[in-house]
């Protein structure tokens, strides 16, 4: 992968298109490889060995340029990276995800290669991924990063919370009833999605109340 990571950023899944892309130009560059033999030892023509450096370099050249395009999924985004030569590379934040989904054709089912739809909040809409090696698992990947980034986002809401909950009382900083009851909606909301646990909870409660 070319794009950079960032702080705390960690790779969870890479993926290819279906290897089925490589299989004609494979056939291709042997058949070119086949008929090179066959012109240079019948016709003892020296140049036949052309058509086989040809179809090698040809082969390499796909082979290549689906191993750089890839699709990866981190604990923050998703970034779609292709072009061999030149480098383009289009990324969806996880929390921007709004939906996604796959389908498989006949031969897709057979292979195990499908479509990919990743319905984002930006204006463009959706993003498709086409002939997606193991679609379900590019998915099952992204869905599951969703879920661990929330609960990251609500653990590091709580611990701002504390912190700001421990300023305030270091200062002897006093708040209103509107605040107290607006500050308590929220660790209450926190414990509910999973980001406090109750004792953790009942503790801020008690140091947000002065007790």
Not at 1 to 18: A, D, F, H, V
Not at 97 to 123: M, P
Not at 146 to 168: T, V
């Amino acid at each position: 992968m070319r794009t950079p990571l960032q702080k705390g950023e960690k790779i969870l899944l890479i993926t290819y298109s279906s290897w089925t892309s490589l299989v004609l130009p494979a056939l291709t560059a042997l058949l070119g490889v086949a008929a090179a033999v066959f012109i240079v030892f019948h016709f003892q023509f020296v140049w036949g060995w052309l058509i086989a450096l040809i179809g090698i370099v040809s082969w390499l050249i796909r082979y290549y340029t689906w191993k750089v395009n890839i699709w990866v999924v981190t604990n923050f985004r998703v970034i779609d990276e292709t072009g061999l030569l030149r480098h383009y590379a289009k990324e969806s934040p996880l929390d921007k995800i709004n939906n996604i989904s796959y389908d498989q054709s006949v031969a897709g089912r057979l292979f195990n290669f499908g479509h990919v739809e990743i319905q984002t909040a930006a204006e463009v809409g959706a993003t498709d991924y086409y002939n997606v090696n193991h679609p379900k698992r590019l998915k099952d990947t992204i869905t599951a990063a969703q879920a661990d980034y929330k609960n990251w986002q609500y653990s590091n809401q709580a611990m701002q919370m504390a912190a700001a909950l421990d300023s305030r009382q270091g200062g002897a900083q006093k708040m209103d009833a509107p605040q107290v009851a607006a500050e308590l909606e929220k660790l209450f909301e926190l414990k509910m999605k999973g980001a406090l646990t109750e004792e953790e909870y009942l503790r801020a409660k008690a140091r947000l109340l002065g007790h």
